[in-house]
T-cell receptor, first 114, second 115 residues
Framework: QQQVKQSPQSLIVQKGGISIINCAYENTAFDYFPWYQQFPGKGPALLIAIRPDVSEKKEGRFTISFNKSAKQFSLHIMDSQPGDSATYFCAASGLDQGAQKLVFGQGTRLTINP | NAGVTQTPKFQVLKTGQSMTLQCAQDMNHEYMSWYRQDPGMGLRLIHYSVGAGITDQGEVPNGYNVSRSTTEDFPLRLLSAAPSQTSVYFC??????????????FGPGTRLTVT
């Protein structure tokens, strides 16, 4: 079963706009929520991560918003740039289930038009 | 540091053939994992290891074997390749969660086609 659901599958945003990708999870034991960025032909790389004890984390133009009661979290990319065009994956894991057992969302292909 | 390395980058197999995908890391990480990536399905965990000599199954382990004889290496074996195993395979490693090492570092991937 898909424990982490991600939407949309694809997203096109104009340069300078805000990109928003959403994820929902089912397992309340998850305690670590990373976002990975993947460029074509490359492996995923950690972009930003959040723990459930905070509602927001910001790193430069990238922000994670976390809603524990709704079991949802989202990635916001401010002032989106063509170099942000990539596939983004949300993921989740829980220490009680083995911290290495990341469960990934389906991925979002983001295109930033210049 | 080279990080996580994988070989080969590309491989074509015939149904029924066996092969080993190699993975190595030079960060002295305890944890290593194998994922497969398929369109529209994200990455799914195949097998993982919490240290040398210790391995366990992930979400999609059937048709794959792993072993971990050293901290650095974590090979993935396909016993009898099937077309359903056509995918991109990623190896990842991370440190101990006890020291805050939740970040997983991924290799560049191996693109496998089974005909």
């Amino acid at each position: 079963q898909q424990q982490v659901k991600q939407s949309p599958q694809s997203l096109i945003v104009q340069k300078g706009g805000i990109s928003i990708i959403n994820c929902a999870y089912e397992n309340t034991a998850f305690d670590y929520f990373p976002w990975y960025q993947q460029f074509p032909g490359k492996g995923p790389a950690l972009l930003i991560a959040i723990r459930p004890d905070v509602s927001e984390k910001k790193e430069g133009r990238f922000t994670i918003s976390f809603n524990k009661s709704a079991k949802q979290f989202s990635l916001h990319i401010m002032d989106s740039q063509p170099g942000d065009s990539a596939t983004y994956f949300c993921a989740a894991s829980g220490l009680d289930q083995g911290a290495q057992k990341l469960v990934f969302g389906q991925g979002t292909r983001l295109t930033i038009n210049p | 540091n080279a990080g996580v390395t994988q070989t080969p980058k590309f491989q074509v197999l015939k149904t029924g053939q066996s092969m080993t995908l190699q993975c190595a890391q030079d960060m002295n990480h305890e944890y290593m994992s194998w994922y497969r990536q398929d369109p529209g399905m994200g990455l799914r965990l195949i097998h993982y290891s919490v240290g040398a000599g210790i391995t366990d199954q992930g979400e999609v382990p059937n048709g794959y074997n792993v072993s971990r004889s050293t901290t650095e290496d974590f090979p993935l074996r396909l016993l009898s390749a099937a077309p359903s195993q056509t995918s991109v395979y990623f190896c990842a490693s991370s440190g101990s969660p006890g020291t805050g090492g939740r970040e997983q570092y991924f290799g560049p991937g191996t693109r496998l086609t089974v005909t």
